[in-house]
Every structure is written in structure tokens, then in C-alpha cells.
């Protein structure tokens, strides 16, 4: 049998789609964007799919969310971010507290959620780690609250995440944290395939220029202009693996692009630029996931997703605590 379980902030469905391989069948996903709520239900209609803010969810208005096996959420970062000036709840995207409440309401078996490294290690957020640890401990729940990087889980990516685990006692004192398993590939080794794909004469030296990790993918926000992979530094980082940060590519390299490394991380125009496809690769969504949408929403959409492998892995963890 399944497991049933309530998504909050879903996005784009990396989470949902981890989850779903994990063996948890979502009764509600929920999410303010539109695109994200379209890539929803483009890959499963019978989905039920919400369009609206999460603090205008009542568990009293919808009975199937309540006392579901897991409530999970991969809340608004900015927040916390060192790009969002470190508000926390002062930042009116903050729903740390809403998905606290929401746990109390819903009466959840588990509870995950998860955030950017910055919420459990800087002590600007230390009142909003303590609202946290009161409530869970007043609403009966254990917990445990790490810091896992996706690249040791599956996923050819620095992600970092800070991801919080809550269950009963009794079904806590089973959890177990998954094992890290390095082993993550290289840019050139996990593109190299699909920079090539147009007949590019210099994929292979792109391949030995791309010989690192890629830095975490960054979906941006709807609030400024188009899509790119990140700030300055996210980008030199990117050119020294030869990659273009400045914009999303609409395809891959022709024959007639010719390849200028080496020539510092100001002139990037002799780097070929990643599409949304190659960032999803290195996101971990499958292949037959479908991200809907214009170019760059569909890059906010897959720079925004949890990685589907780590949640797969988290996913597995949980149901083997919840088995009797």
C-alpha cells in the first residue's frame, strides 16, 4: 500500500516526483505558481493540484490532508538567503511558521521540510530554530535537523539543504538518516553527450574544460528579468568549467560556435550556454518529467525543484520508520 502525504510550495514536482518513486501518493499538492501548478498537472492529471498561498490552506476545508502519512515542503529560501538579506520572518515569503501550524492542524505521521544551510547554522535565526523546536515538542513530535548536500545523494551538483525530519517518538526513534555516497560526475562527463548532439567540433575539449562539480543551480526570482545561473560569483564559477552563466541557451552548439576558453570570467561569449534541458540532467529530474512553460520559466522551475534522487532517499528513509 502506499503512503499518503500533503506537499506544500510542491514546485515544479521534483520533490512530488522522488516521493512518488519512494512509494507516497500525493492527496493535495499545493503551490502559488501557475507555471509550477501546469508542470503538475501536465505529468499527472489525477493529481489534485492547488493553485494558492499556503497560508490560506485549512485542513478543516479539506479532510483528505489531515492525519496524512507525510507532510512535506521545500519552503521559499529567500528568507533566508543570503540574496534575500536574511529577513526570516520578517520577510513577508517566510512560511516556516505557516508549515509548523499547518503540521499541528494536519496531525501529519511525518513531517520534512526543507531550507537553505543558512536556517540552521547562522544565529541571526536562532528565535526561528527555537519557535520550531517549542512547537514540534508541544505537538508531541521528535526531531532531527541536518545538512545534506544533494551531490552525495545522487545528484551531479553542489546543492546543500538543511532538512527536517519530525515523527512521533516512537517512529523517530526507527528513522535513520541516509548515507552519503559520493561519487557525483563532473559537468563534462554528465553533459558532454548532449553538448555534442548538433555536431560541435569542440565537445571534447569543452569535456576536459568542464572537469568539476557544478555549482548549485539557481532558479532566480519572478521579480527580476531573465533567466541566468545566478550572481557574479555562481557565474565565474561556471566559466571556469566553460559554461556561459549570463543567460539560458534555446539549444546546444552548433558546428559554427567556436569555442574561446581560457580568456578570464569577463569575456564569456566564447562559452557555450546550458539550456533548461542540461539543467534539469544535472538537477536529477528524469527524463520523462516534463517541465511546461516559456524558456525561462521552465529554468525557474528546475533551478527552484528539490532534486528527485535526495527525495527518493529521504522518501525511503521515512516509510521504513513509519512501517510497524
Same mark, same amino acid.
Given at each position: 500500500m502506499s503512503l499518503r502525504s500533503l506537499e506544500i510550495c510542491a514546485g515544479a514536482g521534483g520533490q512530488a516526483c522522488g516521493l512518488e518513486r519512494a512509494g507516497f501518493e500525493p492527496v493535495m499538492l499545493v503551490d502559488d505558481d501557475p507555471h509550477a501548478c501546469a508542470t503538475l498537472r501536465a505529468n499527472r492529471p489525477n493529481w489534485d493540484v492547488r493553485q494558492m498561498d499556503v497560508a490560506d490552506l485549512v485542513g478543516a476545508e479539506h479532510p483528505q490532508i489531515l492525519d496524512v502519512d507525510l507532510l512535506a515542503g521545500g519552503l521559499p529560501s529567500v528568507p533566508y538567503s543570503q540574496a534575500g538579506r536574511g529577513k526570516g520572518a520578517g520577510d513577508s515569503r517566510d512560511l516556516l511558521r505557516q508549515s509548523i501550524w499547518l503540521a499541528g492542524e494536519v496531525?501529519? =505521521?511525518?513531517?520534512?521540510?526543507?531550507?537553505?544551510?543558512?536556517?540552521?547554522?547562522e544565529s541571526t535565526f536562532e528565535d526561528a530554530r527555537k519557535f520550531v523546536r517549542e512547537e514540534l515538542e508541544h505537538l508531541g513530535y521528535a526531531y532531527d535537523w541536518r545538512i545534506l548536500d544533494a551531490r552525495e545523494f545522487?545528484?551531479?551538483?553542489?546543492?546543500?539543504?538543511?532538512?527536517?525530519?519530525?515523527?512521533?517518538?516512537?517512529?523517530?526513534?526507527?528513522?535513520?538518516?541516509?548515507?552519503?555516497?559520493?561519487?557525483?560526475?563532473?559537468?563534462?562527463?554528465?553533459?558532454?553527450?548532449?553538448m555534442a548532439s548538433r555536431g560541435w567540433p569542440?565537445?571534447?575539449?569543452?569535456?576536459?574544460?568542464?572537469?568539476?562539480?557544478?555549482?548549485?543551480?539557481?532558479?532566480?526570482?519572478?521579480?527580476?528579468?531573465?533567466?541566468?545561473?545566478g550572481p557574479s560569483r555562481s557565474k565565474a564559477a561556471w566559466a571556469r568549467l566553460g559554461v556561459n552563466g549570463d543567460s539560458i541557451a534555446d539549444d546546444v552548439p552548433g558546428p559554427d560556435f567556436e569555442l574561446r576558453a581560457g580568456e578570464g570570467t569577463k569575456d564569456r561569449a566564447g562559452l557555450p550556454k546550458l539550456t533548461a534541458d542540461q539543467a534539469a540532467v544535472l538537477q536529477g529530474i528524469p527524463d520523462d518529467w516534463t517541465i511546461t512553460g516559456r524558456k525561462t520559466a521552465r529554468? =525557474?522551475?528546475?533551478?527552484?525543484?528539490?532534486?528527485?534522487?535526495?527525495?527518493?532517499?529521504?522518501?525511503?528513509?521515512?516509510? =521504513?520508520?513509519l512501517e510497524r
Open positions: 496531525q501529519p =505521521r511525518a513531517l520534512m521540510l526543507q531550507n537553505v544551510p543558512r536556517l540552521l547554522t545522487g545528484v551531479h551538483q553542489r546543492r546543500p539543504y538543511s532538512v527536517l525530519v519530525a515523527m512521533r517518538p516512537d517512529d523517530m526513534s526507527r528513522f535513520r538518516w541516509p548515507e552519503p555516497a559520493p561519487g557525483a560526475r563532473t559537468v563534462g562527463e554528465v553533459l558532454w553527450s548532449s569542440y565537445a571534447a575539449e569543452w569535456r576536459r574544460i568542464a572537469d568539476g562539480i557544478a555549482p548549485t543551480i539557481v532558479g532566480g526570482s519572478r521579480d527580476r528579468g531573465g533567466a541566468d545561473l529554468y =525557474r522551475q528546475i533551478g527552484h525543484a528539490f532534486p528527485p534522487p535526495l527525495a527518493t532517499i529521504m522518501g525511503e528513509s521515512i516509510a =521504513r520508520a
